[in-house]
């Protein structure tokens, strides 16, 4: 008998599963709308040009292949927190920003995890949105927290339940961690308005809860990274000691070269090296230090001024191409008299769409037409282009008729 022979299928991962059915397919129309990774205007994989320059610059200097410190590459870290906070952030100005690098954002999440459930004093639950991002609930309940969610997405308007999530805040015990989607959250593609976002704050000082923010598609959302970050940026200015984990996966196209940050707002310079050596200790067991190539590239582009100006240029580039698929769908929709209200199509923020088609829609739109999505009905908009949204279109229309 074998070792492992008690050991239970898992069920396949919900989002990659999507890809395998996507590979499998033959036909030449079909359309993978699964996968949270930009595409250009032919459906392909995109390199920035950025990216490319900032790897020429990089191989020119021959630069050697020994362990990075155990917390990341310095160079990187410290841009990477200036674009999060703003270079005019107070405890960026203080020195009290503890920070490491991370295995892209999951890493910076599961770190970040971790690192409350060692050593936040007055809780060990961490609330969710509901939904939220499939991979949340087993990386924190991995990392030793307990996972609650609170109301946020309507289904019945396909927008914020902006009431229900205040009251849900407002219900948690005090002091509790609550995880928010600092932009462009997935999979609904629905965030708070500036408003929104001040008042969530206001509720999270009165009832001394903890904001912990995923920060995966800064600069994706709306083509500009100091608006993408005002709910950060906003709480922290309003004092809040907030965490933050930061992803270069979408904004800089570097998914496979997992790049990311994790950084906590301390009181001042001593209690941040104390931080950072905690930092240490939960990296170190885990995977020694982080993997270097990609965080040599991310630091080449924030640190310099012509690559950056380049960089923002093609994340614009990005986010309109998709804002533009946005406006083409609704249009499409509305024009073949597809029933049904679509407004929230070109309203919704992000790499995403959460469409309101039903898993039945989504069987037979795989099935008949090619097209894949998960099963929640969300698409990847990256995945459409000038060549396939009118077939795409089609084909909803169809299926909701
Ligand atoms: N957080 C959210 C909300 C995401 O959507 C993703 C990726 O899809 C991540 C974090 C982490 O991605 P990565 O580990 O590739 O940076």
């Not at 890493?107 to 971790?114: E, P, S, V, Y």
């Not at 996972?147 to 002091?175: I, Q, S, W």
């Not at 931080?275 to 990609?294: A, C, D, F, T, W």
Request: net charge neutral.
């Amino acid at each position: 008998l074998s070792t492992w022979s008690a050991v239970p299928a898992g069920p396949p991962d919900p989002i990659l599963g999507v890809s395998e059915a996507f590979k499998a397919d033959k036909d030449p129309r079909k359309i993978n709308l699964g996968v949270g990774a930009y595409r250009d205007e032919h459906g392909k994989p995109y390199v920035l040009n950025s990216v490319k320059k900032a790897e020429n610059i990089i191989a020119s200097s021959n630069p050697d292949k020994e362990y990075l410190p155990i917390t990341g590459l310095a160079d990187f870290t410290k841009a990477a927190v200036k674009l999060a906070y703003g270079t005019d952030s107070a405890p960026l100005q203080a020195n009290s920003v503890a920070v490491t690098q991370s295995i892209s954002g999951t890493g910076a999440l599961r770190i970040g995890g971790a690192f409350l459930g060692r050593f936040y004093p007055h809780s060990k639950t961490i609330y969710l949105p509901t939904p939220s991002w499939g991979n949340h609930t087993p990386i924190f309940r991995d990392s030793g927290l307990e996972v609650k969610t609170y109301r946020y997405f309507d289904k019945k308007t396909v927008g914020l339940d902006f009431a229900g999530l205040k009251e849900d805040l407002k219900n948690m015990p005090e002091k509790t961690i609550v995880l928010f989607h600092a932009c462009a959250h997935n999979p609904t593609g629905v965030d708070p308005t500036p408003e929104q976002w001040k008042e969530i704050s206001d509720i999270v000082k009165e009832k001394q809860l903890f904001p912990f923010f995923d920060m995966a598609y800064q600069g994706f959302a709306s083509g500009d990274f100091a608006r993408d970050a005002f709910a950060v940026r906003h709480f922290v200015s309003q004092g809040h000691q907030v965490v933050v984990s930061q992803s270069f996966a979408k904004n800089m196209g570097l998914y496979g070269e997992r790049v990311g940050a994790f950084s906590l707002v301390t009181a001042d310079p001593e209690e941040k090296a104390r931080v950072e050596s905690q930092l240490k200790i939960v990296v170190r067991p885990m995977y020694s230090n982080p993997p270097l190539s990609g965080a040599r590239v991310a630091a080449t582009i924030l640190n310099h001024e012509g690559l950056y100006t380049e960089w923002e240029n093609e994340v614009k580039h990005m986010a309109n191409r998709i804002i533009s698929m946005r406006h083409k769908l609704y249009d499409n929709l509305v024009a073949q008299g597809t029933p049904g209200e679509w407004g929230h199509i070109k309203s919704q923020i992000g790499m995403f769409s959460f469409t309101g088609l039903t898993t039945p829609q989504t069987k037979i739109l795989a099935e008949k037409a090619h097209i894949y999505m998960t099963a929640d009905g969300r698409i990847s908009m990256a995945g459409l282009n000038g060549h396939n949204i009118d077939y795409f279109s089609e084909n909803v229309s169809n299926v909701v008729k």
